[in-house]
């Protein structure tokens, strides 16, 4: 079956900790996006790529890295850096980059600080 | 202000309703537009995508957008349990990426 996995579903982390999220889609897909969704907040982007070995800031980048050695992967690390990290956190890719380009979402990781 | 609003609900309604879903949107270039429909503690999953003015059917769901007023809709026909859920909108530009709405929890009751 084709789609994007997201593992764990639940993750949790103490503060000072990073922690590592992984995204794998087998659809594919050349752009992947991570967004991070707060009640009241919506969607919001954190980071996506177009191609492999490439990567944009989106909205709220601060306290996240990701890397893209893979077409298929895309893993997102949440950094101590990240002042509020206690969220649900979506993947999604699409064919290309573009709003023209139906978004597919991956289940999610939510992760909690304690 | 946010470039796509939607009012948060939450909105409850009885079986059978027909549902009114809206967003209202600033940019005017923006030429795509998607609703999005998203179960609890899951991803969201597309509806529907169109990118003209008017209306779009798909079973029970219509989607109809007016961009003299930047304004879109998602109504729901006969409406049922199994629809409650938190709806977003999202709109963009060709060749850019989509501003979500913060979407709107829907609850119709039995």
């Known amino acids: 079956d084709g789609g994007i996995t997201q593992s764990p579903k639940y993750l949790f982390r103490k503060e000072g900790q990073n922690v590592t999220l992984s995204c794998e889609q087998n659809?594919?897909?050349?752009?992947m996006y991570w967004y991070r969704q707060d009640p009241g907040q919506g969607l919001r982007l954190i980071y996506y790529s177009q191609i492999v070995n490439d990567f944009q800031k989106g909205d709220i980048a601060e306290g996240y890295s990701v890397s893209r050695e893979k077409k298929e992967s895309f893993p997102l690390t949440v950094t101590s850096a990240q002042k509020n990290p206690t969220a649900f956190y979506l993947c999604?890719?699409?064919?290309?980059?573009?709003?023209?380009?139906?978004?597919?979402f991956g289940p999610g990781t939510r992760l909690t600080v304690l | 202000q946010k470039e796509v609003e939607q009012d948060p609900g939450p909105l409850s309604v009885p079986e059978g309703a027909i549902v009114s879903l809206n967003c209202t949107y600033s940019n005017s270039a923006f030429q795509y537009f998607m609703w999005y429909r998203q179960y609890s503690r899951k991803g969201p999953e597309l509806l529907m995508y169109t990118y003209s003015s008017g209306n779009k059917e798909d079973g029970r769901f219509t989607a109809q957008v007016d961009k003299s007023s930047k304004y879109i809709s998602l109504f729901i026909r006969d409406s049922q349990p199994s629809d409650s859920a938190t709806y977003l909108c999202a709109t963009g530009i060709s060749g850019s990426r989509l501003t979500f709405g913060e979407g709107t929890q829907l609850t119709v009751n039995p």
């Open positions: 659809l594919n897909h050349d752009a």
């Open positions: 999604a890719s699409s064919i290309g980059e573009g709003s023209t380009d139906t978004q597919y």
